[in-house]
């Protein structure tokens, strides 16, 4: 009778410490994706242009840009989430060119960056944005508005430069990770009308 008490305890004490571990498994890995930031990268021009629905060629107007939270009311996404801050700043840009999208040359558009200050939270900026300067922007739409809109893959913010694109992003990961090609911008805009 003892016997089969002790291998009573002993599969009860095997079956607990079985749970515990997949208990334990299973909260680590919900709390280590929760408050974790997974982005979607492209590593050519190429795959940031194919994702985005808007491509366009722009010129910053303001170089501070606007702070604001990225993160959205999830009942009206319109405003912003009053729970969950997530620092953003906004950049006001002239449309130079539209290369994809439904946009009108010489409109302005905001342009979301993660990053920056608000309400006292304060996160790393994903990419800086100078004032005067133009880019190429590989965009989405933002539910926060009829002239905002975000990246929907890192990078989405590029620059021609001696006919070579550079990806904008402060991320060195994933700017090292970013094949530069040799590319005019009548290339890119052919590549975009085929």
Not at 111 to 119: E, F
Request: aromatic content about 6%.
């Amino acid at each position: 009778m003892q016997a089969k008490a002790i291998k009573s305890i002993g599969l009860t004490a095997l079956a607990a410490v079985l749970l515990a571990t997949l208990a334990y498994t299973g909260f680590k890995q919900l709390n280590r994706s929760h408050g974790e930031t997974r982005n979607a990268t492209a590593v050519t021009i190429d795959a940031a242009l194919d994702t985005s629905p808007v491509v366009v060629i722009g010129k910053v107007i303001n170089g501070e840009g606007k702070p604001r939270n990225l993160r959205r009311d999830s009942v009206d996404p319109t405003k912003e989430d009053q729970s969950v801050s997530v620092p953003g700043t906004d950049y006001v840009v002239k449309v130079s060119k539209v290369l994809k999208g439904d946009l009108k040359p010489n409109s302005n558009i905001n342009v979301a960056v993660p990053g920056g200050s608000y309400k006292g939270e304060t996160s790393s900026l994903r990419a800086t944005l100078v004032q005067g300067e133009e880019y190429v922007f590989a965009l989405a739409k933002s539910p926060s508005g009829p002239t905002s809109y975000y990246g929907m893959i890192e990078p989405y913010i590029f620059q021609l430069k001696n006919n070579k694109v550079v990806a904008i992003i402060n991320d060195n990961k994933i700017k090292s990770a970013f094949k530069e090609t040799n590319i005019s911008e009548a290339e890119l805009i052919n590549k975009l009308t085929k």
